[in-house]
């Protein structure tokens, strides 16, 4: 009986806290941590997206997916896989192109940068 | 008012509701858990051994592990309960890794420097019993009494057997009752005169 209301008043000396004088700067210096912890986080998704996307357009352009397309018997997507194959072909002659390579392959990039920006609004709503 | 002070209406909200917030990712709504409880998850691990730079570093450790893991919070004990736990075996892995336990097995008395009569003739606070104790018993009675670890979590985390637990927290409870026995003594004779 003595040892139980030992125990007792030993959770309750544990449990009675001082309360520190710095406790707001502490909680600030949390946050700071979960905000920079977070941009991180953020950022590091940024770039494995932007070169992931990179990635797969890149194999996109080399698979001739984009050829195999036109097998597909609507017409509308005819043209555009037509249009679309003629542009990679651009793409890769690259030094036949009026405007340059580095053209088509910052619009990819753009086109990449959408992929990874409507991913990450996405998984932020989430 | 300071940068991340929080709002009135986060401040009025209850634990359960702010850690709710905080799993949707509101950072504010955790701030506020954080200032809230900071000051006990601090004061635990400085109980455990842990020097004050140590305690708060472990500390900010154990609230962003907790912010990551909030979502597994379900309210069923009070939040400070469940981040003093995280925090508790983050300073354990800790003293694991610096090889403390092996020596603390064996360790005497850690600080006989308060002189025994003349330390228990005085007003004997918690902190100051607790630092009295050898760093085995203190961690195993922090642990049990302090994180709210059952014997059992505790010798898993301590990757020591359940038995030598069991026996560090009895030689621990007894040293601290004898060291903490003159309040009781002084309640007693209060209880007597108003009695």
Same mark, same amino acid.
């Given at each position: 009986?003595?040892?139980?209301?030992?125990?007792?008043?030993?959770?309750?000396?544990?449990?009675?806290?001082?309360?520190?004088?710095?406790?707001?700067?502490?909680?600030?210096?949390?946050?700071?941590?979960?905000?920079?912890?977070?941009?991180?986080?953020?950022?590091?998704?940024?770039?494995?997206?932007?070169?992931?996307?990179?990635?797969?357009?890149?194999?996109?352009?080399?698979?001739?997916?984009?050829?195999?397309?036109?097998?597909?018997?609507?017409?509308?997507?005819?043209?555009?896989?037509?249009?679309?194959?003629?542009?990679?072909?651009?793409?890769?002659?690259?030094?036949?192109?009026?405007?340059?390579?580095?053209?088509?392959?910052?619009?990819?990039?753009?086109?990449?940068?959408?992929?990874?920006?409507?991913?990450?609004?996405?998984?932020?709503?989430? | 008012?300071?940068?991340?002070?929080?709002?009135?209406?986060?401040?009025?909200?209850?634990?359960?509701?702010?850690?709710?917030? !905080? /799993?949707?990712?509101? *950072?504010? %709504?955790?701030?506020?858990? #954080? @200032? &809230?409880?900071?000051?006990?998850? +601090?004061?635990?691990?400085?109980?455990?051994?842990?020097?004050?730079?140590?305690?708060?570093?472990?500390?900010?450790?154990?609230?962003?592990?907790?912010?990551?893991?909030?979502?597994?919070?379900?309210?069923?004990?009070?939040? !400070? /309960?469940?981040?003093? *736990?995280? %925090?508790?075996?983050?300073? #354990? @892995? &800790?003293?694991?890794?610096?090889? +403390?336990?092996?020596?603390?097995?064996?360790?005497?008395?850690?600080?006989?420097?308060?002189?025994?009569?003349?330390?228990?003739?005085?007003?004997?606070?918690?902190?100051?019993?607790?630092?009295?104790?050898?760093?085995?018993?203190?961690?195993?009675?922090?642990?049990?009494?302090?994180?709210?670890?059952?014997?059992?979590?505790?010798?898993?985390?301590?990757?020591?057997?359940?038995?030598?637990?069991?026996?560090?927290?009895?030689?621990?409870?007894?040293?601290?009752?004898?060291?903490?026995?003159?309040?009781?003594?002084?309640?007693?004779?209060?209880?007597?005169?108003?009695?």
């Amino acid at each position: 009986m003595a040892d139980l209301e030992f125990e007792t008043r030993l959770d309750r000396m544990f449990a009675d806290t001082p309360v520190f004088d710095d406790r707001e700067a502490f909680a600030r210096q949390v946050v700071t941590r979960l905000e920079r912890g977070w941009s991180m986080r953020q950022w590091t998704i940024w770039v494995a997206g932007f070169i992931g996307g990179l990635t797969g357009v890149w194999q996109l352009i080399r698979s001739g997916i984009l050829v195999r397309a036109e097998d597909i018997p609507t017409e509308p997507v005819r043209m555009l896989s037509h249009r679309v194959m003629e542009a990679s072909k651009m793409g890769l002659e690259l030094s036949s192109l009026p405007f340059g390579g580095e053209v088509m392959w910052a619009a990819a990039g753009l086109s990449a940068l959408a992929v990874v920006f409507v991913a990450m609004r996405a998984a932020g709503e989430l | 008012m300071g940068k991340t002070s929080p709002p009135a209406n986060v401040g009025s909200l209850h634990d359960v509701e702010l850690a709710t917030l !905080a /799993a949707t990712g509101d *950072r504010p %709504a955790f701030g506020e858990l #954080v @200032r &809230r409880h900071g000051s006990a998850v +601090r004061a635990l691990l400085r109980r455990m051994g842990a020097e004050p730079s140590v305690a708060d570093d472990l500390a900010q450790d154990a609230f962003l592990q907790a912010f990551e893991r909030v979502a597994e919070f379900r309210g069923e004990g009070p939040f !400070a /309960a469940w981040v003093k *736990r995280i %925090a508790a075996r983050l300073y #354990v @892995r &800790r003293w694991r890794k610096e090889s +403390r336990l092996v020596a603390a097995t064996d360790d005497g008395e850690a600080s006989e420097g308060h002189g025994g009569e003349a330390f228990a003739a005085t007003r004997i606070d918690l902190d100051e019993a607790l630092r009295a104790l050898p760093a085995s018993e203190r961690m195993c009675i922090s642990l049990c009494y302090g994180a709210g670890l059952s014997h059992a979590e505790a010798a898993e985390a301590l990757g020591a057997p359940l038995g030598t637990v069991k026996s560090h927290v009895k030689r621990g409870l007894d040293r601290l009752r004898g060291r903490l026995a003159p309040q009781d003594g002084a309640a007693a004779a209060g209880r007597q005169g108003h009695g």
